[in-house]
Nanobody
């Protein structure tokens, strides 16, 4: 079965950096999209960054553009989120998400989450 396991979260001061990793296993196909979501305290879950595996194109929520980078290793068994110039508003639980098919970016597989806390 598909399993996603995040790691790399932690507590940092504003301006700092973190790299989140998502270990991916169990896929019998290459999912069309992989993504990182986050949920800040008192806010709804939002898609932070997404990767289309067909052409490796990426998209980001406006608030993280220029600061976050989503990528995968060559074997596509690890998804990364490099975060720099972190801000307090980046605080939240970060989740790795995987699409359920090779042709649709509908996320049905989720990791357990890793906490990112940014202090001012």
């Amino acid at each position: 079965q598909v399993q996603l396991v995040e790691s790399g979260g932690g507590s940092v001061q504003a301006g700092g950096s973190l790299r989140l990793s998502c270990s991916i296993s169990g896929y019998r196909y290459i999912p069309k999209c992989m993504a990182w979501f986050r949920q800040a305290p008192g806010k709804e879950r939002e898609e932070v960054a997404a990767l289309d595996t067909g052409d490796d194109s990426t998209k980001y929520v406006d608030s993280v553009k220029g600061r976050f980078t989503i990528s995968q290793d060559n074997t596509r068994d690890t998804l990364f989120l490099e975060m720099s110039s972190l801000k307090p508003e980046d605080t939240g639980m970060y989740y790795c998400a995987g699409a359920s098919s090779w042709y649709r970016c509908e996320y049905t597989y989720w990791g357990q989450g890793t906490q990112v806390s940014v202090s001012s």
